[in-house]
């Protein structure tokens, strides 16, 4: 719980920082008065001051700003109206609004790039094992198979390979370029149809019966009071054959449960050495709206072929920079595909997390080392970035077009359109971090 409380707080802080320092410094450039740098809002816990900035943290530690001299909000002195924001270029205007976001994104190149510099462990983009009759083992999707590439784009990790699912949301298919153990390539229709908006979630590939991992014959894990439990199987039990049919590896026992129609089983295990005989009639449960027969049995993972789906990509200065830029682009392209995808309703509102998904997500990426908090707060970072450049009236990308506006007709937007827009921009914004509130909240009671 510390480690979480921890975790989020320097995570907010810092990114805070590095967005409002982004005013800052291109504000200082442009010969504009700041008079407060604030991280969070509200009443302030600690302040000092430095020339003519206040320099504060402020007892709600969920964002920040810099307050500058500027004579629509508040009298300027004869001696500084040359320092009053109002009274810059337009382009000077637009400079010190832009320099926030693309702090955070300077910040995400930095930080991909000193992983990569160390080195990135990932998983390869190669499926260890494929759910029967599910929608991979479908289109022809085999054991052993690496993914190249996900439409137009190239995959190197398993993690890639997700990220750009979800821009098919929406789609009947997704085309995949595969290569199979043999080395011949393929394309593969993945079909996407049967997969409703909430489900583009982090279990996607699950849902569609890809998995990294291998697992092995034995049983690894056995649910109480379950049709195995009470047949007699155990944990560390091997199953050697399931109705006659011999099992090499997990999928075996999942092909033949799956199509038996609570039909009786037969199984022939190994426990000690021996082999036993059991029969076991499954139990239809009710998983996400179909009817699925269960045994309550879990396999045990192949420890020596997951070792080998782990890889680690480092790369020399110069290239890491080279790739962390990729990376960050990469990443801000899809946080604005997948909004724009909520908004058309492909995806569906409830992956908007609040400040309680970002604290768990800070307390879990912290949990797996430095390195994975690193690549944490780059992708936190390129979210702020990029959100606060979407045209919304208060956000970054709302005063852009404000001075755009100003630049090209040479006026400025009157105060009341501008007080008017700001009202609905916050409207707008209120309701994003209800919403957000809300996932949240049913996150952390329904699970």
């Known amino acids: 719980m510390m480690l979480?409380?921890?975790?989020?707080?320097?995570?907010?802080?810092?990114?805070?920082f590095v967005h409002e320092y982004g005013h800052y410094w291109v504000a200082k450039r442009c010969g504009v008065g700041v008079l407060t740098f604030s991280i969070g809002f509200g009443r302030p816990l600690c302040q000092w001051k430095r020339g003519e900035t206040t320099w504060q943290l402020a007892a709600v530690p969920l964002g920040g700003f810099v307050r500058m001299m500027d004579e629509t909000e508040a009298p300027v002195a004869v001696q500084a109206k040359n320092k009053a924001f109002n009274n810059k270029h337009p382009l000077q205007k637009m400079a010190v609004v832009f320099a926030g976001p693309l702090a955070n994104l300077v910040f995400a190149v930095f930080a991909f790039s000193l992983c990569f510099v160390i080195g990135i462990q990932a998983l390869k983009p190669q499926v260890a094992s494929v759910q029967p009759?599910?929608?991979?083992?479908?289109?022809?999707?085999?054991?052993?198979?690496?993914?190249?590439?996900?439409?137009?784009?190239?995959?190197?990790?398993?993690?890639?390979?997700?990220?750009?699912?979800?821009?098919?949301?929406?789609?009947?298919?997704?085309?995949?370029?595969?290569?199979?153990?043999a080395g011949n390539v393929k394309q593969i229709a993945l079909p996407?149809?049967?997969?409703?908006?909430?489900?583009?979630?982090?279990?996607?590939?699950?849902?569609?019966?890809?998995?990294?991992?291998?697992?092995?014959?034995?049983?690894?894990?056995?649910?109480?009071?379950?049709?195995?439990?009470l047949a007699g199987l155990r944990a560390g039990d091997e199953v050697e054959q399931i109705n006659g049919n011999v099992?090499?590896?997990?999928?075996?026992?999942?092909?033949?449960?799956?199509?038996?129609?609570?039909?009786?089983?037969?199984?022939?295990?190994?426990?000690?050495?021996?082999?036993?005989?059991?029969?076991?009639?499954?139990?239809?449960?009710?998983?996400?709206?179909?009817?699925?027969?269960?045994?309550?049995?879990?396999?045990q993972a192949d420890d020596n072929q997951n070792a080998q789906q782990v890889m680690t990509q480092q790369y020399d200065p110069v290239s890491a920079v080279v790739m962390g830029v990729k990376k960050t682009y990469q990443m801000s392209v899809m946080t604005l595909r997948m909004f724009g995808k909520m908004l058309i309703g492909a995806l569906?509102?409830?992956?908007?997390?609040?400040?309680?998904?970002?604290?768990?997500?800070?307390?879990q990426s912290a949990a797996m080392g430095w390195q994975a908090y690193l690549q944490f707060l780059a992708l936190i970072s390129i979210s702020l970035g990029v959100l606060n450049l979407l045209p919304v009236p208060?956000?970054?990308?709302?005063?852009?077009?404000?001075?755009?506006?100003e630049l090209i007709t040479g006026k400025t937007v009157s105060l009341w359109v501008t007080q008017l827009l700001q009202k609905i921009g916050l409207a707008l914004l209120l309701m994003l971090m209800a919403l957000a509130l809300?996932?949240?909240?049913?996150?952390?009671?329904?699970?």
């Open 394 to 405: 208060i956000l970054d990308g709302g005063h852009l077009l404000y001075h755009s506006y």
């Open 348 to 363: 569906s509102p409830k992956q908007v997390s609040g400040p309680l998904g970002i604290a768990e997500y800070a307390g």
């Open 4 to 16: 979480t409380l921890f975790a989020f707080a320097f995570a907010i802080a810092l990114l805070v």
């Open 247 to 299: 099992v090499s590896d997990w999928s075996d026992v999942q092909k033949v449960v799956l199509a038996s129609d609570h039909q009786s089983l037969q199984l022939v295990i190994k426990r000690n050495g021996q082999l036993q005989n059991l029969s076991i009639t499954p139990r239809i449960e009710l998983v996400e709206g179909k009817q699925v027969p269960r045994l309550g049995i879990s396999p």
């Open 133 to 181: 009759f599910s929608a991979a083992y479908q289109a022809g999707i085999k054991k052993g198979d690496q993914i190249l590439a996900v439409g137009d784009t190239t995959i190197d990790s398993w993690d890639q390979l997700q990220v750009e699912l979800f821009d098919f949301a929406g789609e009947s298919v997704a085309d995949l370029r595969v290569q199979d153990q």
């Open 192 to 229: 996407l149809s049967q997969l409703s908006s909430e489900q583009f979630d982090q279990h996607l590939l699950g849902r569609l019966g890809l998995s990294p991992f291998a697992s092995s014959r034995k049983i690894g894990a056995v649910q109480a009071q379950s049709p195995a439990a």
């Open 438 to 447: 809300f996932n949240d909240a049913s996150r952390l009671l329904l699970g």
